[in-house]
C-alpha cells in the first residue's frame, strides 16, 4: 500500500478529523487514534434502536474502520507525555481541538513539532484559530449559506440530511495532509496546516457564491432545481418511481424529448436554449411531468443512457446498496458494524473493525517502552480529543 510506512496520530472526534484518519488508514498507515478517557464523544450517539452500553454505534463506525485506539488524560503530565513519546515517533497528527485547548493539553501544533520537528500537524476547528466558538456542522451549515439555500421555494431553511460541511472540510484535511507530506519529502521539515468548518463551507459555495459576487444575483431555496439550468436536479414522477435529470446541453434537451416522444418541444421558441428553458423554467416543468408521468422509470432511464442523457432514479439508502458500484464500497465485520469506505477506489486494504474504547492502549505504549505499572493510571478521568 502507498502509506504503509506512515504512522498517523489521530487527537479528533466526530466526523471531520476521523475521516481522515480512515482515509489514511485505507492507504496502509498505521492510525492510532488517541481518545479521552470517556472516548470520542460519537461512541455516544446512538439511534434510538441502538443499545446504549454499546461503545460502537453506527455513528462511530462511519469513520472510525482500520484504527488502534489508545485511551490518554492528557490532563496529567504522565498522559501527555506518554502521547509526546507517540508523536516523536509519527508523520502526522490529525487534530480537532477548539482553539486554546490543544495548548492546555500539550497537543498543541507547537509543542508537538518540537517534539518531532518532521511532524505534520493538520488541525481542523470551527470558525478558525481566533474564534474559540465550538463549532458543529449543523451549526456551520446554517453560518456558511447552506441551510438558507437548501428547501423548499416556500419553505424553511434545511439542514443536509448528511454531516456535509464536515465531509468537505475532511476532503481539504486530506489534501492539507498529503501536500504537506509531500512538501516534507523534498524538505526534510514538518508543517502546520488548519482548516475552519466555515472556511471549508464557504469555498464550497462555489457556483452559488459566483452568483453572488459576479452577477449580484443573492441564491434563493429553489427546491431541487439549479439557478443557471434547466431542466436540472428537479425530481420528476414516473409511473414507476422518481427520476431526475441533469441536462446541462442543449443537444442533451433534444435527445430528451424525443425520447419522451415530445419532439416538438425541441423546436419551441421558448425551450431551445438553455436560458430559454431556464425562463420559462414553471412551464417547461410543467410538460416534462405530464410527458414522464406514464413512463416506466428503469426503461425510460435505459433509453435516455443511450441518447447521453444524464438521468437517474430518485433511490432510497437501501436501495443504493443494491447497485453493485455502491455495494462494493461497503467494508463489514461480519458481526454487524458495517461503514463505507471514504476512498471510492478499486483497490482498497483490508480494515480492522472499528476499535473497542482503549483495546489497543496496553500494546501501543508498551511498545514505547512503558510498563503496565505506567500504563495502567494513564487512562484517567481527565481531557483528551
Avoid at 488508514?25 to 470517556?38: N, S, T, Y
Avoid at 492539507?176 to 482548516?195: I, M, N, S
Wanted: glycine share 10%; aromatic share 4%.
Amino acid at each position: 500500500m502507498p502509506l504503509s510506512d506512515l504512522l498517523v496520530v489521530e487527537l479528533a472526534s466526530v466526523l471531520a478529523g476521523p475521516s481522515v484518519g480512515m482515509f489514511f488508514a485505507e492507504h496502509g498507515a498505521r492510525v492510532v487514534k488517541v481518545e479521552a478517557p470517556q472516548g470520542d464523544v460519537t461512541r455516544r450517539w446512538h439511534l434510538a434502536t441502538e443499545d446504549p452500553s454499546d461503545d460502537r454505534p453506527a455513528y462511530f463506525c462511519a469513520v472510525n474502520w482500520g484504527k488502534q485506539s489508545v485511551t490518554l488524560d492528557l490532563t496529567t503530565e504522565a498522559g501527555r507525555d506518554a502521547l509526546h513519546r507517540l508523536v516523536a515517533t509519527a508523520d502526522l497528527v490529525v487534530s480537532s481541538f477548539r482553539p486554546g485547548a490543544s495548548a492546555r493539553l500539550g497537543a498543541d501544533a507547537d509543542t508537538l513539532r518540537a517534539v518531532n520537528p518532521r511532524l505534520v500537524v493538520v488541525e481542523v476547528d470551527g470558525y478558525g484559530a481566533d474564534d474559540l466558538r465550538t463549532g458543529y456542522d449543523a451549526v456551520i451549515q446554517a453560518e456558511a449559506g447552506f441551510m438558507a439555500l437548501n428547501g423548499a421555494a416556500d419553505g424553511p431553511p434545511t439542514k443536509m440530511p448528511v454531516a456535509l460541511v464536515d465531509v468537505l472540510a475532511a476532503h481539504q484535511l486530506k489534501e492539507a495532509a498529503l501536500v504537506a507530506l509531500l512538501a516534507r519529502e523534498r524538505t526534510g521539515k514538518g508543517a502546520t496546516v488548519r482548516v475552519s468548518l466555515l472556511g471549508a463551507a464557504v469555498s464550497s459555495l462555489a457556483n452559488q457564491a459566483a452568483n453572488w459576487l459576479t452577477a449580484g444575483v443573492a441564491p434563493q431555496r429553489m427546491g431541487s432545481a439549479h439557478p443557471n439550468i434547466a431542466p436540472y436536479g428537479t425530481p420528476y414522477p414516473t409511473a414507476t418511481g422518481a427520476i431526475v435529470l441533469a441536462v446541462g446541453t442543449d443537444r442533451q434537451f433534444a435527445a430528451l424529448v424525443e425520447a419522451v416522444g415530445r419532439e416538438d418541444l425541441a423546436t419551441d421558441a421558448r425551450f431551445v436554449t438553455n436560458a430559454g428553458r431556464v425562463r420559462h423554467r414553471a412551464a417547461l416543468d410543467a410538460v416534462l411531468t405530464e410527458a414522464l408521468a406514464g413512463q416506466e422509470r428503469d426503461a425510460l432511464l435505459a433509453t435516455l443512457a443511450e441518447r447521453g442523457v444524464p438521468a437517474g432514479a430518485v433511490r432510497s439508502v437501501p436501495e443504493v446498496f443494491v447497485q453493485p458500484e455502491a455495494a462494493r464500497l461497503v467494508v463489514d465485520d461480519g458481526a454487524g458494524h458495517a461503514a463505507v469506505r471514504t476512498v471510492a477506489t478499486e483497490e482498497g486494504r483490508a480494515l480492522t473493525p472499528p476499535p473497542r474504547l482503549g483495546a489497543d492502549t496496553q500494546a501501543v505504549l508498551a511498545a514505547l517502552g512503558l510498563s503496565s505499572a505506567e500504563v495502567d493510571p494513564l487512562a484517567g478521568p481527565g481531557g483528551g480529543p
